[in-house]
């Protein structure tokens, strides 16, 4: 799905699913969405910035209030 540049600009939430994939929604979605209703090693937001040609993880927090 394409993303608007004001979506881009905002920082998404995240999980880490127990096959330790990382798994990456909007930030308006839900973690549990996210992650299937499966159990998670990590869930929280984080945040990206374009470096070189390139995007790197700016920030990264543990703020998930579904796990």
């Given at each position: 799905?394409?993303?608007?540049l004001s979506e881009l600009a905002e920082p998404f939430i995240f999980v880490i699913g127990m096959?330790?994939?990382?798994?990456?929604?909007?930030?308006?979605?839900?973690?549990?969405?996210?992650?299937?209703?499966?159990?998670?090693?990590?869930?929280?937001?984080?945040?990206?910035?374009?470096?070189?040609?390139?995007?790197?993880?700016?920030?990264?927090?543990?703020?998930?209030?579904?796990?």
């Open positions: 799905m394409e993303q608007s096959d330790c994939a990382l798994r990456l929604a909007p930030r308006r979605s839900e973690h549990v969405a996210c992650a299937g209703g499966d159990m998670v090693l990590s869930a929280g937001e984080i945040s990206f910035m374009s470096e070189a040609g390139r995007w790197a993880v700016s920030a990264v927090s543990n703020q998930s209030t579904g796990y």
